[in-house]
């Protein structure tokens, strides 16, 4: 499992949270690293990991379970949330912000003293024990104004905020998942940070250290720095094809 790099003491806190029976939220744009920490927590603390993205069409049947034709017979299948229970994991729903309300009103019970859920459809109360763990995350940023958390919601929290590696920590991320050079290690999370404060480019979304890593593994493999850069960052981050070129541009500047 690769290390996770602190910045603001994320795994003491979340090491806190799983001892003392707290639901994490993990708030961050996409790419900083929320499922890296809850992966490497997972690992750390010895737990299985039950892992679900939501949209705007997951109901409360795909996170507790539903019934299900199975060789002719009708059977009950649970969904991630009543298989987290019962297996002792740590549950980890990403954007929970983009859940329907129904979600919302099944998982309450599971963020508050009760720590359990219902299954109306069997008739059946699933507790936590100890060794369960809620952790959700959403990205402020790219939530829509129907989407935000409802601050009931959000209070059922500790609420951990994350954000992108400086320069000198991203480099060192980029160093031990490719072993490249320190020099150009150096270069490509310095063209990360260049772009994220950049505003010329009208990104949806800014380059990510997800993003970062797949160059350095191409350079790794013999691929030419800025060919890698083009392919890995530019081209992913936008199909405009003059927000493309910019880019292209910008990352011959700076690699």
């Not at 490497?40 to 010895?46: Q, S």
């Not at 949330?81 to 729903?93: C, E, G, P």
């Not at 329907?100 to 507790?127: C, G, Q, S, W």
């Amino acid at each position: 499992m690769q290390e996770f790099i602190e910045t603001k003491s994320e795994i003491s806190i979340f090491e806190t949270c799983f001892q003392t029976k707290l639901p994490l939220l993990l708030k961050g744009p996409t790419g900083c690293g929320k499922s890296h920490l809850v992966e490497y927590m997972a690992h750390k603390l010895k737990r299985p990991l039950v892992k679900v993205s939501c949209n705007e069409d997951t109901n409360s049947a795909d996170l507790l379970g539903r019934f299900i034709i199975k060789n002719g017979d009708t059977v009950w299948q649970d969904g991630p949330i009543a298989r987290a229970l019962r297996s002792d994991a740590i549950l980890y729903v990403d954007e929970i912000a983009e859940a329907r309300e129904d979600v919302m009103v099944a998982i309450h019970p599971l963020t508050d003293f009760r720590r359990e859920i219902y299954l109306d459809k069997t008739n059946e109360v699933l507790k936590a024990s100890a060794q369960f763990m809620f952790v959700a995350s959403f990205n402020p940023g790219y939530q829509s104004s129907l989407r935000e958390m409802k601050p009931s919601t959000k209070q059922r929290f500790v609420a951990l905020a994350m954000d992108y590696l400086s320069v000198e920590k991203e480099k060192e991320v980029l160093m031990k998942t490719s072993s490249i050079d320190e020099s150009i290690a150096k270069k490509i999370a310095f063209l990360g940070k260049k772009i994220r404060e950049s505003e010329n480019f009208s990104l949806r979304e800014t380059v990510s250290t997800r993003l970062l890593v797949h160059a350095a593994g191409l350079i790794q493999s013999g691929m030419n720095p800025r060919l890698a850069c083009h392919i890995a960052i530019a081209e992913v981050l936008s199909d405009d094809r003059s927000i493309v070129e910019a880019l292209k541009e910008f990352i011959n500047l700076q690699i």
